[in-house]
T-cell receptor, first 116, second 116 residues
């Protein structure tokens, strides 16, 4: 069965610091997709990235970057020069290609607090 | 431009009084999902519609029902809310092709339900 672990429950940083959120997953499928979502205090889950298991290239989008390491089953998320607006709960999620209906397995989430 | 809309954003109901939450989408996605999210937890899938096909999660209580009258709308009915049903309810949509790759789920802002 698939599983996603976000070992960091809460992280607190000061503005402008870099921060990395860890995500480790388990799956028996060779084809799967990984996601990151941001949930600010307002409650909506905001989609950040979708990555398939065959694409191990790291991705950068502005201050956000993602490091996909298949060898360690990790898909870590780094925010460079953090800002107060980055304060949110971040969820990593996995979807196996064999499942019908795009089911997501979520990690427990990491609450990031960025202090001014 | 709102893509997944949930109404109301906040709902207060009384113990045992039926309540309906609504979700609409402008994305023309064929898959719609309902999640329950309690404080400091990851979203938990209740059920989803793949086109008109209803798919209930095995551990979703019978107290929760859903209707999808057309592609754009989906409703969550809680027949007899208990205090334990107080939570954020999130609606999400995605494209879906049977046998295709898992697609991204896009979430609405959620409805926060309070049971008195």
């Amino acid at each position: 069965a698939q599983k996603v672990t976000q070992a960091q429950t809460e992280i607190s940083v000061v503005e402008k610091e870099d921060v990395t959120l860890d995500c480790v997953y388990e799956t028996r499928d060779t084809t799967y997709y990984l996601f990151w979502y941001k949930q600010p205090p307002s409650g909506e889950l905001v989609f950040l990235i979708r990555r398939n298991s065959f694409d191990e290239q790291n991705e950068i989008s502005g201050r956000y970057s993602w490091n996909f390491q298949k060898s360690t089953s990790s898909f870590n998320f780094t925010i460079t020069a953090s800002q107060v607006v980055d304060s949110a709960v971040y969820f990593c999620a996995l979807s196996e290609a064999t499942n019908a209906g795009n089911m997501l397995t979520f990690g427990g989430g990491t609450r990031l607090m960025v202090k001014p | 431009d709102a893509m997944v809309i949930q109404n109301p954003r906040y709902q207060v109901t009384q113990f045992g009084k039926p309540v309906t939450l609504s979700c609409s989408q402008t994305l023309n996605h064929n898959v719609m999902y309902w999640y329950q999210q309690k404080s400091s937890q990851a979203p938990k899938l209740l059920f989803h519609y793949y086109d008109k096909d209803f798919n209930n999660e095995a551990d979703t209580p019978d107290n929760f029902q859903s209707r999808r009258p057309n592609t754009s709308f989906c409703f969550l009915d809680i027949r007899s809310p208990g205090l334990g049903d107080a939570a954020m309810y999130l609606c999400a949509t995605s494209r879906g092709r049977r046998g295709g790759a898992p697609e991204t789920q896009y979430f609405g802002p959620g409805t926060r339900l309070l049971v008195l």
